[in-house]
C-alpha cells in the first residue's frame, strides 16, 4: 500500500516542462501575482530547475521535474535529491513519459531515483501511462503493471502516482471519464485503496471539473494549460 497520509483534497500539480509563463523570470512573478494566498496553498509548481527557489519565494510549493539516481559525485548535469531538499522541494516528478521515451529511463533507474528522493524526505510522483496503439489494443493494463513493478520494493512509502496516457499528452485528446475512473481503480486495487492517483494529459479549465468530480481522481497533473494563470485560477476553484 503507499499512502499519502499529510494530502488534504485534491493535488494539483503544475508540470512547466521546459517553459516559463511569458518566457522569462518575470513571467513567474506576474503569473503569481494572479493567484492569493490561499490559492498559492493549494499548487505545486514544477518550473525548470534554475527557477526552484524562485517559484518558491513567490509563495508556491514545489516540485522538481526529475532527479539523479545518484547521491552525489561526478554527474554533470544532474541534480541531486539533496540539492532538491536544500532547495525546499516538496515533490519530484519521475519516470514521465517523455523521459522515459527521450532518455531510455527504465524500472531499475527509476527505483533508484524514488529511493533518493525517500532518503531525504521528497514525495516522489510516479508517472504511468499508455501508448496510442497499446491503448486502441486494450492493453492498458498490462502497460501499467510492467510499470508499476518499479514501486515492488517501496510497500507502505509516501508515493503519489500520475496516470498520464501518452496518446492524451499535449494532444488536445482527453481520456473519458469512464476510461480514467476503470485506471484509477486499477491502480487502487493493484498498489492499495489509499494510494493518491493524479490525472493528467490535455487537462485544462474546460475539461478539469468533470474530472476533479469522479472519486478515483485525486488530483491532477497539468502541463501546457499550467503556464496560463487565468487557467489554473479556475481549475484552483474547483478544489
Known amino acids: 500500500m503507499i499512502i499519502m497520509g499529510n494530502l488534504m483534497g485534491k493535488l494539483i500539480i503544475a508540470n512547466w516542462k521546459m517553459n516559463l509563463p511569458v518566457g522569462s523570470m518575470a513571467g513567474i512573478t506576474s503569473f503569481a501575482e494572479k493567484f492569493s494566498p490561499a490559492q498559492k496553498k493549494l499548487l505545486v509548481v514544477a518550473p525548470p530547475y534554475p527557477f526552484l527557489t524562485h517559484v518558491r519565494a513567490t509563495g508556491f510549493h514545489t516540485a522538481a521535474q526529475d532527479v539523479s539516481s545518484n547521491e552525489k559525485g561526478a554527474f554533470t548535469g544532474d541534480v541531486s535529491a539533496e540539492l532538491l531538499m536544500q532547495a525546499g522541494v516538496n515533490y519530484c516528478i519521475v519516470g514521465h513519459s517523455e523521459r522515459r521515451q527521450n532518455h531510455n ?23 504511468v501511462g499508455e501508448h496510442a496503439d497499446e491503448h486502441a489494443s486494450k492493453k492498458t493494463n498490462d502497460v501499467l503493471s510492467a510499470q508499476l513493478h518499479a514501486l515492488d520494493n517501496f510497500k507502505d512509502k509516501e508515493i503519489i502516482i500520475a496516470y498520464e496516457p501518452v496518446w492524451a499528452i499535449g494532444t488536445g485528446l482527453n481520456a473519458g471519464p469512464d476510461h480514467i475512473k476503470t485506471v484509477h481503480h486499477y491502480i487502487k486495487q493493484r498498489l492499495g485503496n489509499d494510494t493518491h492517483v493524479l490525472y493528467g494529459g490535455s487537462v485544462n479549465a474546460g475539461n478539469a471539473a468533470a474530472i476533479l468530480a469522479l472519486r478515483e481522481v485525486d488530483g491532477l497533473l497539468i502541463g501546457g494549460a499550467s503556464l496560463k494563470p487565468d487557467e489554473m485560477v479556475k481549475i484552483l476553484a474547483m478544489v
Open 105 to 127: 529511463e527504465g524500472h531499475e533507474l527509476l527505483a533508484q531515483k524514488i529511493i533518493q528522493l525517500l532518503n531525504h524526505h521528497i514525495t516522489p510522483v510516479f508517472c
